[in-house]
């Protein structure tokens, strides 16, 4: 859909009485949450990335505690790492996405596709706990707050991230996947030391971010870096709204808010959207606020963080510099 058109209409139904239910209605009926096209992998992919990192640490999976900034729609995150070992996930949002019907349409997509989810999952797919879960979920009968009782998911919709209701190091990792790029940078500081007081103290923070204009996920005619073309105000009357709302940090600054809030950094990957940097190099017109910025910082669209708060922790055992795999995110 041309970015400008869902624009308007995201702002239209934003402005009108109970936008929440009526946004999800048209996602629903002729948007991507359309029965049929609910799919987990993203979501799934993300928890291996995320377990893989943490197994790299010497750290094992099983037994840990997580806490899910951003729930959304479904628990694709928290069900993962369920299958991967975790032996609980608290899940937090702001406002009451969840959706019952979009859960069980991916456990279902899961039931009909065992073999994709098990590539996915790749080495963690071989644990013997892992099977055992998956066999739990596919076997599953029942509803919503049974299926996460199941799993040991504690779910706090309208949850404020910077200020939980869980005691001091009672998380062993801090985890989100595409969410940060939709808080602001005070609301992020916030949340950061939010997580130093929960987080145990060998506790890390690993959070897959998407620093590129979501707009063009639905629009091929524009490039990643389409928004660095407007000024804040200009840009917050196009995606100003609760739908849509984008910080437009760029990695290099969420690397130094990670740094500012005390976290030290073991590792982290970006990728460069190569399209956006052509496009850069051949004069995209960006607006002031960005155009001091080199292309490379510009036009990074994928930056995953893997982070601590403890001078202990040891380093993981993966490979360094830019990461070259694809990872689509909506």
């Not at 029965?35 to 990335?49: K, M, S, V």
């Not at 949002?93 to 596709?113: I, K």
């Amino acid at each position: 859909m041309n970015w400008q058109r869902k624009a308007r209409i995201q702002n239209l139904i934003a402005a009108l009485p109970l936008s929440n239910s009526l946004y999800y209605a048209v996602q629903r009926s002729v948007g991507s949450l359309r029965t049929g096209r609910t799919n987990p992998l993203e979501y799934f992919d993300a928890a291996r990335r995320t377990v893989e990192w943490i197994r790299a640490t010497g750290r094992a999976v099983e037994g840990m505690r997580f806490l899910e900034v951003g729930t959304g729609r479904n628990v694709n995150l928290p069900t993962a790492l369920w299958l991967c070992g975790a032996a609980e996930v608290t899940t937090v949002d702001l406002n009451a996405y969840l959706s019952a019907a979009l859960v069980f349409e991916s456990n279902e997509y899961v039931r009909q596709h065992e073999g994709e989810v098990l590539k996915v999952f790749g080495a963690e797919s071989e644990r013997t706990q892992f099977h055992a879960r998956l066999a739990a979920l596919l076997n599953f009968k029942g509803d919503l707050d049974a299926l996460l009782r199941m799993m040991n998911v504690r779910y706090l919709p309208r949850a404020d991230a910077a200020q939980l209701p869980l005691a001091d190091a009672s998380v062993d990792a801090h985890v989100s996947f595409a969410v940060f790029e939709h808080i602001p940078a005070d609301v992020l500081a916030r949340i950061l030391a939010e997580a130093r007081r929960i987080l145990a103290d060998d506790g890390l923070l690993l959070h897959i971010i998407d620093p590129s204009d979501h707009f063009s996920h639905d629009d091929d005619s524009i490039t990643a870096i389409n928004f660095l073309q407007f000024g804040d105000d200009e840009w917050a009357k196009w995606a100003g709204n609760r739908f849509m709302y984008h910080n437009r940090l760029r990695a290099f600054e969420y690397l130094e808010l990670f740094e500012r809030a005390g976290v030290r950094v073991i590792e982290q990957k970006q990728t460069i959207d190569e399209p956006s940097l052509g496009a850069l190099r051949n004069g995209f017109p960006l607006h002031r606020q960005f155009a001091h910025l080199a292309a490379e910082q510009l036009a990074v669209r994928s930056l995953n963080v893997l982070g601590t708060f403890s001078t202990a922790a040891p380093a993981p055992e993966v490979g360094k510099g830019r990461e070259v795999s694809e990872l689509k995110v909506s």
